[in-house]
């Protein structure tokens, strides 16, 4: 592979994309709903000590979330639709090779991708006034975020080399990244809800005058959901992944200040199996402040992010080693109806 020839189909690609006013509007839309969000969120984190870090955690999200949105349009035809205009043959028999051709398209959805996060700059350095976001924080996330971007073109790219029709990659690209969104949510919370343990709630009774009796105790059973059997489902959810990477901050009574914290503390919280409950009203304090903070349930339950990242490498990765070996030339064989030149 050469760096030129990359460069090259990388520049190529990001002209077309330029030459579109539509782009700029979409960027120019993304700017206008980012000052809206980052004004809602100094108002929602105005009561708090570290304000800059909520607001911050917000923004990085809402990049997050445009990208899962709109990168596989604009990645999920950057092979067959050159196919589909016959020029990606002409770019073929020059001295690019497989490699160049790839990755210089990777490289120019990475870029669009990308151009969302530079349009966030003045945001984050806003939230960043607020204080709050540590440096661990900014650095963490901000790499987690790039990591997402990749992994997000290189599934629109490769299924864009598989998939003969745009419209098809395109949309096979949405199922893809909503699998990794939406539906590990869905597979988490029925499967939590469809496994299922009996556990028992101790309390009080009441006599016909409304007072505690204080000599018995009463129990009851129900079925309470095994979220911790499925928390695993979570892992691969990208923004799952960017919250479980980030470092915590928390306020002085242990709970998570930011968006990353509160996402990962429920995470953490799922890995957690259902316990027996009992409530004493005639002495409600009484051993009743064993309830752990955020804190402690983060720091005694197990990160998943490096797995998570690693299914999506590993989903990425294939898709791209796919659209390689379908890119190469000469073809052994190509699906029917594909155009040449």
């Known amino acids: 592979m050469s760096i030129a020839h990359i460069g090259t189909i990388a520049r190529l690609e990001l002209t077309q994309r330029l030459r579109s006013v539509g782009w700029f509007v979409l960027l120019g839309v993304f700017a206008v709903l980012l000052l809206g969000i980052t004004g809602l969120s100094f ?3 105005s009561f708090a000590d570290q304000a800059g870090a909520g607001v911050y955690s917000l923004v990085v999200n809402v990049v997050l979330l445009l990208v899962v949105l709109v990168s596989p349009t604009l990645s999920g035809n950057a092979i067959n639709g050159d196919r589909d205009a016959a020029t990606l043959a002409a770019v073929q028999v020059t001295a690019a090779s497989t490699g160049d051709i790839m990755v210089g398209k990777l490289v120019a959805a990475v870029a669009t991708g990308g151009a969302f996060l530079l349009v966030a700059v003045p945001f984050l350095a806003l939230s960043l006034l607020g204080g709050g976001v540590r440096p661990g924080t900014f650095a963490v996330s901000l790499v987690v975020l790039a990591a997402e971007i990749i992994v997000v073109a290189a599934i629109g790219v490769g299924l864009s080399g598989l998939v003969a029709r745009p419209l098809f990659s395109v949309a096979a690209t949405y199922l893809v ?3 990794l969104t939406i539906g590990t949510l869905i597979g988490f919370g029925l499967g939590g809800a469809a ?3 009996e ?3 101790s309390y009080r009774p009441y006599d016909s005058q409304g007072e505690v009796i204080c000599e018995r105790w009463e129990t009851y059973t129900e079925l309470t959901p095994r979220f911790d059997r499925v928390w695993w489902i979570l892992a691969a959810n990208p923004f799952v992944v960017l919250a479980d990477a980030t470092p915590t901050v928390y306020d002085a009574d242990g709970w998570p200040v930011d968006l990353f914290g509160q996402i990962k503390y429920g995470l953490r919280s799922a890995q957690m199996p259902p316990e027996d409950y009992s409530w004493d009203e005639c002495a409600p304090y009484a051993g009743q402040d064993d309830s752990q903070t955020g804190r402690e349930v983060i720091e005694s339950t197990v990160p998943s992010w490096f797995v ?12 791209f080693a796919g659209a390689w070996a379908r890119t190469r030339t000469p073809a052994r064989m190509l699906p029917p109806g594909t155009r040449i030149a």
């Open 43 to 45: 108002s929602v984190y």
């Open 177 to 179: 990244v909503a699998a």
């Open 195 to 197: 496994l299922r343990t």
């Open 199 to 201: 556990t028992t709630h």
């Open 308 to 319: 998570g990242l690693g299914i999506q490498i590993v989903i990425a990765g294939g898709l």
